[in-house]
């Protein structure tokens, strides 16, 4: 597996990560806890090395399943976390499991909220520390200050941003430098292009796009009549409606069609392209499948030539995506 450096901040990672709210969240049925175990520790061997994972996955159950997988490889991977969620179980914010109640980053809830991680990922240290959400409630200054002290004290190594906007990236990054940002990117969602991609890359913060394949979309698994059951988070999203999902099947057949002549799948095509985008680019897919595991870490083989690289911009600007991409409820706490 290759190795990447998330920008400026010295965190090493592989090309790609794994990204676990899968195994208890938004897209069931879930595997039992043996095989998602499995499954980790396959990942492992393969050379994977980030694993991104949050408090809000289950609640608590997604943290605990990575710390007993991860145990015995603690030393040799990377483990990504997120706090910001005010927890108590009344609210569902993905249309499955996880609830929350709201935001909270106050400092209080910030150091309740990493020992809570720290005790399920049975660790002593937190690799990765992202606020999930940025709270409109505390200024992101304070935030940054907080995480500072966290890592001075030893309990963070590095912090991050989710769906964070540029003004708010640049603020806080002037308190405590970032390592990276976590937001959504890829073929079918490429927004971070016009601003946000050009400050990380002129700060030096990694990028780390979470769902690079469009929720399963790019890998070609839907078709213009497909229907998602009601307990699945993409039966809420506009994207994915039947009006919608039949217009967006012009981006999957123009990836199709690449991959067919690259010899490569669609899901190693739009991983692969996003790995193009720059250096510290590191994309995190889910999956709950071990094929699907070797499928995806394929796509860092897959290069693309200038050509290639100019035709497929051509071919997606020229591509409309239709709909939106989170139910009206959840958009508004995106890129604050």
């Given amino acids: 597996m290759q190795q990447r450096i998330l920008g400026n901040s010295g965190l090493k990672v592989s090309a790609l990560g794994l990204g676990c709210m899968g195994f208890t969240q938004s897209y069931p049925p879930y595997i039992d806890e043996n095989e998602a175990i499995a499954l980790i520790r396959r990942s492992v061997e393969m050379g994977v090395t980030l694993f991104d994972t949050a408090e809000v996955y289950g609640p608590y159950a997604n943290e605990t399943l990575l710390g007993a997988a991860l145990e015995p490889f603690r030393d040799d991977v990377v483990i990504a976390t997120k706090f910001g969620f005010n927890l108590d179980g009344t ?49 992101i200054e304070e935030v940054a200050g907080t995480l500072g002290a966290l890592i001075r004290e030893g309990k963070v190594l590095h912090w991050g941003l989710s769906e964070a906007s540029e003004q708010t990236i640049r603020r806080a990054h002037a308190v405590q430098p970032l390592a990276a940002l976590q937001s959504e990117y890829s073929m079918w969602y490429r927004q971070p292009e016009e601003k946000i991609l050009p400050a990380l890359n002129e700060l030096g913060i990694g990028f780390v796009p979470f769902s690079p394949l469009g929720k399963a979309m790019l890998t070609g698994r839907f078709d213009r009549d497909t229907t998602f059951d009601a307990a699945d988070f993409r039966s809420q999203i506009p994207r994915f409606s039947p009006e919608n999902l039949d217009q967006n099947m012009a981006l999957v057949d123009f990836i199709s069609a690449l991959a067919k002549r690259k010899h490569a799948t669609p899901a190693q095509i739009a991983l692969a392209w996003l790995l193009a985008q720059g250096p510290h680019i590191v994309p995190i897919p889910g999956t709950k499948k071990m094929h699907r595991l070797e499928e995806n870490i394929g796509a860092c083989e897959v290069s693309f030539t200038a050509a290639e690289r100019v035709e497929i911009k051509t071919a997606l600007d020229g591509i409309h995506v239709s709909g939106e991409r989170y139910p009206e409820s959840q958009e508004k706490l995106t890129e604050r």
């Fill in 91 to 139: 609210h569902d914010i993905q249309g499955a499991s996880g609830r929350a109640t709201g935001l909270s980053s106050r400092p209080e809830a910030i150091r309740s909220a990493v020992d809570g991680s720290l005790k399920r990922l049975r660790t002593d240290r937190i690799d990765l520390y992202y606020q999930h959400r940025v709270d409109p409630d505390v200024p």
